[in-house]
């Protein structure tokens, strides 16, 4: 049985716009690609109930993981890449 788009969807907790989270499903959670501190993931559970999309988990202080690291990203810089 295939999921429709409805049950692949949730609803952002913070800025009320649907998006896709890859919670529970076999492939990656677009969160994965993002470094949150052990302090903005405590201050999420204390203040939201679910998955945020990546939009607001950036706009909240969470890092892409290759700006984490240190890395460019194709076609951007470093300061490009902290900023999405």
């Known amino acids: 049985m295939s999921s429709t788009p409805?049950?692949?969807e949730a609803t952002?907790?913070?800025c009320g716009k649907p998006f896709a989270c890859g919670a529970g499903r076999p492939s990656p959670c677009a969160c994965n690609q993002l470094r949150l501190t052990e302090a903005l993931r405590q201050q999420l559970r204390e203040r939201y109930t679910g998955c945020l999309?990546?939009?607001c988990l950036m706009a909240l202080g969470a890092v892409?993981?290759?700006?984490a690291a240190g890395e460019v990203p194709a076609g951007g810089s470093s300061i490009d890449a902290?900023?999405?």
């Open 6 to 8: 409805s049950e692949l």
């Open 12 to 14: 952002c907790p913070r």
């Open 53 to 55: 999309c990546s939009t």
């Open 64 to 67: 892409p993981v290759m700006a």
């Open 82 to 84: 902290a900023r999405r």
